[in-house]
């Protein structure tokens, strides 16, 4: 379990995740409804963003379960349903590369 909570990313991958310098993302992604599944954070924490490559939403620490329902069509970030921390609900997404399906 050591192992997945301290995979890193290389330059190109932290450079895609994180959006570039303004971390707006750049709006251009799709995403597939899945069978909902339970995935645990394995990565110290993980951003929860509102797109992917966006704005983060919220954190999450290691350890943290949460029920994911799509896929972006590029298989790298799961959607899930949060609870905006600006008020209502809406979608985020999390790296899946730092997940693990439960």
Not at 2 to 21: D, F, I, M, Q, R
Not at 49 to 57: D, E, F, L, M, V
Not at 77 to 92: S, V
Request: hydrophobic content about 30%; aromatic content about 14%; some cysteine.
């Amino acid at each position: 379990m050591s192992e997945l909570k301290n995979k890193k990313l290389n330059e190109e991958e932290l450079a895609s995740v994180a959006g570039g310098n303004d971390g707006m993302g750049d709006g251009t992604f799709s995403c597939y409804d899945i069978a909902p599944v339970w995935v645990m954070v394995t990565a110290d924490s993980l951003n929860c963003r509102y797109w992917p490559n966006g704005q983060i939403a919220k954190t999450y620490e290691y350890g943290h379960k949460l029920k994911v329902d799509g896929l972006t069509t590029d298989g790298l970030w799961y959607r899930l349903w949060i609870y905006n921390p600006q008020g209502g609900e809406c979608y985020g997404y999390i790296y899946k590369a730092y997940t693990q399906v439960i």
